[in-house]
């Protein structure tokens, strides 16, 4: 059975940083593409940055320059460091793994493993 357990989060003012990490039990993520989306209230899961098992990774124009992903395969936990935080980064963040040997990609469809989310608030 395969679990996901993420960690990490909370609240932060403007300006600062937060990290956040999701940790997959039960599956071999070091051959899987992994993700973190955002959810806001009303919208969408969005899809921010993605990184392959070899640590290639792409990023949405939002958070360019100010998050940073990473993954130690060994301990299956994916990683997101947070910088420069606004308070439009404020939203449930889930991370998630794709089918082994799928490419990267910012789009929800054709991710099958989810983490429960965790919330984080940047207040102005």
């Known amino acids: ?3 996901v357990a993420e960690s990490g ?3 932060a003012q403007a ?3 937060l990290n956040i990490s999701c940790t997959f039990s039960g599956l071999a993520s070091n051959e899987r ?3 973190w989306f955002q959810k806001v209230p009303g919208n969408e899961r969005e899809g921010f940055v ?4 070899g640590g290639k990774a792409i990023y949405g124009n939002s958070v360019k320059g100010r998050f940073a992903v990473s993954r130690d395969n060994a301990k299956r936990t994916l990683y997101l460091h947070m ?3 606004k308070p439009e980064d404020t939203a449930m963040y ?4 794709r089918r082994p040997g799928s490419g990267l990609s910012l789009l929800a469809d054709g991710y099958i493993y989810w983490g429960q ?3 984080v608030t940047v207040s102005s």
């Open 1 to 3: 059975q395969v679990q």
């Open 9 to 11: 989060g909370g609240l």
């Open 15 to 17: 300006g600062g940083s």
């Open 33 to 35: 593409t992994m993700a």
């Open 50 to 53: 993605s990184i392959t098992p």
């Open 83 to 85: 910088g420069s935080l």
């Open 94 to 97: 889930y991370c998630a793994a």
């Open 117 to 119: 989310g965790i919330q």
